[in-house]
């Protein structure tokens, strides 16, 4: 009990350096898919594509039959996405990290399944898988 009443400085560091640490972990929330399962949802045909990073990303490669809605832009956009809101939404990015915060804004405008594609469209591409321009 001593120790800690004298360290409580350094204990307070270390705890709060913790916490630091996790926070990215513990702030992405929602459902990530990996490239293989995204690959099933998509030969199922119960998903819509979503790619939320720029148009001139997007001209440079992306997923088959995806819809380009870039982030900034999704907010006034995802009225295009209106009738595929029965299907499963998965949100691509180039890392997929930016993708969170567009699957979010889907969820809240009633899409019931929404997904992140795991590690974005560099994930996709490592893994070999098609690419269309």
Same mark, same amino acid.
């Given at each position: 009990?001593?120790?800690?009443?004298?360290?409580?400085?350094?204990?307070?560091?270390?705890?709060?350096?913790?916490?630091?640490?996790?926070?990215?972990?513990?702030?992405?929330?929602?459902?990530?898919?990996?490239?293989?399962?995204? +690959?099933?949802?998509?030969?199922? @045909?119960? %998903? +819509?594509?979503?790619?939320?990073?720029?148009?001139?990303?997007?001209?440079? @490669?992306?997923?088959?039959?995806?819809?380009?809605?870039?982030?900034?832009?999704?907010?006034?956009?995802? @009225?295009?996405?209106?009738?595929?809101?029965?299907? +499963?939404?998965?949100?691509?990015?180039?890392k997929g990290a930016r %993708?969170?915060?567009?699957?979010?804004?889907?969820?809240?405008?009633?899409?019931?399944?929404?997904?992140?594609?795991?590690?974005?469209?560099? %994930?996709?591409? +490592?893994?070999?898988?098609?690419?269309?321009?």
């Amino acid at each position: 009990m001593k120790f800690i009443l004298d360290h409580i400085f350094l204990i307070a560091i270390a705890a709060l350096s913790g916490g630091a640490l996790l926070f990215p972990a513990l702030a992405q929330r929602g459902k990530k898919a990996s490239p293989q399962a995204v +690959t099933l949802l998509i030969n199922r @045909g119960k %998903a +819509t594509i979503v790619d939320v990073r720029d148009a001139a990303a997007f001209a440079e @490669g992306h997923l088959p039959d995806a819809k380009n809605i870039p982030a900034s832009e999704l907010d006034n956009r995802k @009225g295009e996405l209106d009738k595929f809101k029965n299907r +499963t939404a998965i949100v691509v990015c180039q890392k997929g990290a930016r %993708a969170f915060g567009a699957a979010k804004k889907l969820e809240a405008a009633g899409f019931a399944d929404v997904v992140v594609l795991e590690g974005g469209i560099e %994930a996709w591409k +490592t893994q070999g898988l098609p690419i269309t321009k």
